[in-house]
């Protein structure tokens, strides 16, 4: 569930699987008209910055001038948000479904029929029965969907604004045409955009246009001479290069622009209003609940064609046959079925997002319960993701790895006296080639953690912030891919260098020299570079995140015309830095629960294998021999694709991987047929994100473009959560599985009662308000609160489900068959025995037989809370909802005894309080027996332990 109305239409989304091409082709078509239509975007492309400046009255580096004129411009063009107004009135919905329904429709018929016979009462009865029915399907209908409404909501935009000179985090919605905006690499563009400042700046369109590359964006304005216009003076969406559009996401670069179109006035907008007007693909769920739906309904009107055949063979009412078979028809039919799965799948996706998970397709809800490895990067997700230097080391100072500079041991004492010359360079080049910086707001830095924390340590030195007294002149940023970072300075004596910081063996590699305790440049022994080397695995072997920095003096006075990686060479080493990141607290128990329930855990990262090896046993992932769990980027660099796909099994680390490396992991494990939840948080890893078959990113530290390319959101960036988002998928897949059973055995019970009595020659057991009282009980509140029913913790216990497997296995359909039995013959002996008492049918032995029926039905949904649970263990007072339903029905059916005017209705009598106990010890068998088969698999669970993969 994404607010981008393209996905799965305009992507050749793989998970989609979309058999109707030619409407896909009449969609494009009709979308490519939409979009050629004329926005505000069309005529500021034409004109330039200044011009659009003027234009918008705001300003191209404060943007508008006060919050004041944004209000004032809001009232004029509305909040940038964009919704989909329902035009249908409520009143119109629901008289609709009368119309809509055949059965309904049949029903109303058969009451005008009885009026006109003269049979008044009866037709009142059926007509109120009917209003009764179509209410309640009504109001669930409603609640879906607002429910799917609310998912929506889930994942708000939000973007970068400059108001008043002023730069402030917002959400999307409160943008107005001026306002200045800007964006980076991994955003989603807010709102139509005349790009006023573009670095480098390309944008993926392709959910606009279709084309999948990005498009190289500038800021000067399209020449009106030079541009040949098709006839309609329309310039084509892709090629207005100067405007940024809502809802497409930057691949590459940096910029700023100037809000020209919001909500529906932009292409973004024109488009969505037709695509939520078309219904959303439904879900493999969904779909398989229509099939099962149609089948039965297949199936229920044999029966009753039969019995009603039988019944005028008999010579029975045709009148009374024809009500009793219709309103047989829409009970057993479980229209209310694809919408209870629909609300049952939106409620679980709101429940999940409270725990921190946020679903945005809704067949990622059955997905989750059959994962069965999941790919987790290290930083963040993993551990906390704040870092704390903890130790220091320099060739010189130190000379081997036993004498290691440790800030934390040496608690209190003032580091300024270990300031010899290579710690003091060392800690000038972790301050210089650093992008962090100070947040006067927050009162911290705010950055890349690893550079934030190499500012952190300054002050335990004394030291302060060296930057403001360089020139920077370039900078090779860092990025995961390169692992390491250059920046080329002035100092203030004017002499040019390069300081360089990145992972060791990167960094060695690059150096020839080092800098000693006096400052003095020496080379660097093939004996010494051992040492180095052996101390950064002494130092990431210890869990440390370990990075190398070094200096370069450059030659000449004047900058590099443009700095490149190759110009990293010769560098002077000065020394090594190692820091800490501790795994969260609730990963080592999410993992091991995720193992015992057969989960595969794979951790990704860009640090050393030792680091990785060290936090990977920390938090339990299981690392037994090194040489066979544990993959080296290089190593894997050299792998086919079916050779990866054979080791795979065995890994469990992939160290100093790079976000490419992420999608052969994916392929090579899908390869296998696993099932695979991936996380993500960079522009790189949103192919690794879509093809895996849960794509999860980072709510906090993602980008935009990872959003959108996952399935999952965790808001909280926490490993855990994933294990909460398992536990909920299983757990909906439970309930659903648990009110088929009550739904079913209800359906199957009402169907065999009716045919059976017929088949026999007795009078009928219910009559059509009866069954319609029924219907309203199988298909309503009772079983969509089922749905609702917590997850249970121990459904991590199972091995994740197969994709193949069906929903109505062969354990649900004994089990719901067995319960229909039950009913059966209780509700078939209660009536018997009233009969038998005066030899005739009277409205107390319906009566009876009716409440018999709706007791056993109570107790039915009773039994279906768990499939393999006592109620005991589960707990009475567990699922509210469930107990306010089965409270309200019966209620209803009391008022149904008791109430005259509803006497009439449903044609009973009252009963007395012995008759209700009577019948309560009657239906609460079906109760017990579910109790003892519940008993009696645990035991055999116990005694054979592969049994309860079986359940
Ligand atoms: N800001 C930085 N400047 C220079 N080098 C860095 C910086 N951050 C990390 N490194 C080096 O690059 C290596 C890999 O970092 P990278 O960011 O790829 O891993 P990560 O993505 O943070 O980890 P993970 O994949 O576990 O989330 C680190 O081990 C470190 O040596
Ligand atoms: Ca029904």
């Given amino acids: 569930m994404s607010a981008n109305p393209f996905e799965g239409y305009l992507n050749d989304n793989e998970k989609q699987v979309d058999d109707n091409l030619n409407s896909d082709e009449s969609l494009l078509l009709s979308t490519k008209e939409l979009l050629s239509k004329a926005t505000p975007s069309l005529e500021f492309c034409k004109i330039s910055v200044e011009e659009t400046v003027d234009r918008l009255n705001t300003n191209s580096k404060t943007g508008l001038a006060s919050t004041e004129e944004a209000n004032h411009r809001r009232k004029e063009y509305g909040p940038n948000e964009i919704s989909v107004e329902d035009d249908e009135s409520l009143w119109k919905k629901f008289l609709s479904n009368f119309v809509e329904d055949r059965l309904i429709l049949l029903l109303i018929g058969s009451a005008f029929v009885s009026a006109i016979m003269g049979n008044l009462d009866d037709a009142i009865s059926i007509t109120l029965a009917i209003i009764i029915v179509v209410s309640v399907g009504f109001v669930q209908e409603y609640r879906s969907e607002k429910s799917l409404e609310a998912l929506n909501k889930l994942v708000p935009a939000e973007c970068h604004l400059v108001r008043g000179g002023q730069e402030a985090h917002v959400l999307a919605a409160v943008l107005v045409p001026g306002d200045l905006v800007c964006f980076r690499i991994g955003d ?40 040949n216009y098709d006839t309609s003076g329309i310039i084509p969406l892709s090629d207005r290069t100067n405007i940024a559009y809502m809802g497409t996401l930057v691949k590459e670069g940096h910029g700023k622009g100037i809000v020209v179109g919001t909500s529906t006035n932009t292409s973004f907008g024109a488009v969505f209003e037709m695509m939520s007007s078309i219904e959303k693909p439904k879900t493999p769920l969904q779909l398989a609940m229509d099939k099962l739906g149609k089948d039965l309904s297949l199936f229920s009107f044999i029966v009753i064609g039969f019995i009603c055949l039988i019944g005028i063979i008999q010579g029975r009412s045709w009148l009374e046959m024809f009500q009793i078979s219709v309103s047989l028809a829409v009970a057993a039919i479980p229209e209310g079925l694809p919408i209870i799965v629909t609300v049952t799948l939106a409620l679980g996706v709101l429940r999940m997002a409270k725990r921190k998970a946020i679903v945005r397709r809704l067949p990622s809800v059955e997905t989750l319960g059959s994962v069965n490895v999941i790919c987790s990067d290290k930083t963040g997700t993993l551990t906390s993701n704040h870092m704390t230097v903890c130790k220091i080391w320099c060739l010189g100072s130190m000379t081997n790895k036993l004498n290691v500079l440790d800030l934390q041991k040496t608690k209190g004492t003032n580091f300024k006296n270990y300031l010899t010359d290579d710690v003091r360079a060392t800690l000038n080049v972790s301050n210089i080639c650093n992008n962090a910086s100070f947040s006067v707001e927050h009162s911290k830095y705010l950055g890349n953690p690893t550079d934030v924390a190499l500012l952190e340590q300054l002050s335990k030195f004394e030291l302060e912030d060296n930057r403001p007294n360089v020139k920077k002149i370039h900078e090779i940023p860092f990025n995961s891919k390169r692992k390491f970072m250059a920046t080329e300075v002035f100092e203030q004596d ?41 101390c950064a695995e002494s130092l990431a072997s210890e869990g440390l995140r370990t990075l190398a920095f070094a200096k370069l003096q450059m030659k000449g006075t004047e ?196 045919a059976l009595s017929t088949l026999f020659k007795l009078p009928n057991p219910l009559n059509a308000m009866q069954i319609l009282w029924i219907n309203i009980l199988m298909d309503g509140p009772p079983a969509q609160s089922l749905g609702v029913e917590p997850v249970d913790h121990e459904v991590m216990k199972k091995p994740p489900r197969r994709r193949t497997d069906k929903i109505l296995t062969k354990q649900v359909l004994r089990r719901l068959v067995g319960t229909a039995v ?69 209620l209803g059916q009391m008022c149904a005894i008791y109430i005259p005017f509803f006497q009439n209705v449903f044609k009973t009598e009252r009963l007395s309080l012995g008759d209700l106990f009577f019948l309560l010890i009657v239906s609460s068998s079906v109760f017990i027996i579910d109790e003892i088969r519940k008993y009696w698999d645990k035991k055999k669970a116990q005694n054979d332990p592969s049994y309860y993969s079986m359940v």
């Fill in 494 to 534: 004017g002499s040019h260098v390069l300081y360089v910081k990145g992972a060791f063996e990167k960094i060695l590699s690059y150096s020839n020299t080092f800098l000693n305790e006096k400052g003095k440049i020496e080379k660097l022994t093939d004996a010494q570079k051992v040492s180095i080397t052996e």
């Fill in 559 to 754: 900058p590099v015309t443009k700095l490149t990686e190759d110009m990293v060479t010769d560098l002077t080493f000065t020394g090594l830095i190692g820091m800490s990141d501790p795994p969260r607290p609730t990963v080592k128990p999410a993992i091991e629960q995720l193992i015992r329930g057969g989960v595969h855990i794979i951790m990704i990262t860009g640090d050393s294998e030792s680091t990785a090896v060290n936090i990977a046993r920390q938090i339990g992932i299981p690392v037994i021999d090194p040489k066979l769990s544990v993959l080296n980027g290089d190593k894997l660099n050299e792998m086919s694709d079916d050779q990866l796909a054979n080791v795979i099994d065995h890994v469990s680390v992939f160290a100093r991987a790079t976000p490419e490396h992420k999608l052969n992991i994916v392929r090579a494990l899908r390869q296998r047929g696993e099932v695979v939840a991936m996380t993500g948080d960079g522009v790189n890893d949103a192919p690794a994100l879509k093809l895996a078959d849960i794509g999860v990113s980072m709510g906090k530290m993602g980008t935009d473009v990872a959003k959108e390319a996952s399935d999952m959101v965790l808001t909280d960036d926490d490993f855990s959560t994933i294990l909460t988002a398992i536990e909920e998928g299983k757990g909906i897949f439970n309930n659903i599985q648990n009110f088929l059973t009550f739904q079913l055995s209800t359906s199957i019970a009402a169907l065999s009662l009716v």
């Fill in 822 to 890: 039950c009913i059966i013959v209780g509700t078939i002996y209660v009536f018997v025995k009233e009969m038998a008492e005066d030899g005739k049918i009277t409205p107390r032995d319906t009566t009876m037989t009716f409440t018999c029926f709706v007791f056993f039905d109570m107790f039915n949904a009773l039994a279906c809370r768990h499939s393999t649970k006592s109620i005991f263990e589960v707990g009475f007072l567990t699922n509210k909802m469930f107990n306010a339903a089965v409270g309200l029905s019966l």
């Fill in 188 to 227: 989603r563009i807010p709102a139509d955009l005349r790009i006023t400042e573009a670095f480098d700046l390309s944008i993926d369109e392709s959910n606009l246009t279709g084309e999948n590359e990005p498009v190289h964006k500038v800021t000067s304005a399209i020449n009106k001479e030079t541009f």
